[in-house]
């Protein structure tokens, strides 16, 4: 199971970016895919996170400002992030966890910068 995440770059506070992230894995059954984060100096912390259902969970840091979304079909998680600020500059990691070949377990992609400054 491999996961790749895009989307990340510079932005200014209060504008948009969109980050996108595809699992690769025939066979794999997802659970629930999210997005995580790690603050400079701080550990990882989670951001959002959908379940194959459709269920949501942000961070209070999130609400009102980012939306996860889906495209279960497509093995596809996004992360809107409406008016970012710059406490939200880190580096996202899409996750997904879920069964393969009978066997449960948590991967993860491999980042993808956001920086949040005038």
Not at 28 to 44: A, C, K, L, N, P
Not at 49 to 77: C, E, H, L, N, W
Not at 85 to 108: F, L, M, Q
Request: charged share 20%; proline share 3%; with cysteine.
């Amino acid at each position: 199971v491999q996961l790749q995440a895009s989307g990340g770059g510079w932005v200014h506070p209060g504008g948009s970016l969109r980050l996108s992230c595809v699992v690769y894995g025939s066979g794999f059954d997802i659970d629930g895919m999210g997005w995580y984060r790690i603050r400079s100096g701080r550990s990882r912390e989670l951001v959002a996170r959908v379940t194959r259902y459709g269920s949501t969970v942000y961070a209070d840091s999130a609400k009102g400002r980012f939306t996860i979304s889906q495209d279960y079909a497509k093995k596809m998680v996004f992360l809107q992030m409406n008016d970012p600020k710059p406490e939200d500059t880190a580096v996202y990691y899409c996750n997904a966890d879920g069964r393969i070949s009978g066997t449960w377990g948590h991967y993860w992609g491999q980042g993808t910068q956001v920086t949040v400054s005038s």
